[in-house]
C-alpha cells in the first residue's frame, strides 16, 4: 500500500478533479491526504477508481482537506 500528503492549492476548477485522479494513478497511490480543496460542504465523489472523501474548509472556499482512497482499499 502508497499513502501519500499533497498540497494542490485548488481543486476547485472545472476538470480539476479528473486531473488530480489521473496524477494518483499515476503514481500508483492508495490513500493520499489532499489539503486546500476549497470544496463547500463535505460527502463523496467517485472518479474513475478512486473515491474521495472531503470536508468543508472555512466559509471563504479556503483550505478544507481530502482523502483519496483506491477503491480496492474502500
Known sequence: MKIGTWNVR?????GSLKATA?????????VVGVQEVRWDKGGTVREGDCDFFYWKGNNNQQLGTVFFVHR???
Open 10 to 14: 485548488s481543486i476547485y476548477r472545472a
Open 22 to 30: 489521473r496524477e494518483l494513478r499515476r503514481y500508483k497511490l492508495d
Open 72 to 74: 480496492r482499499i474502500v
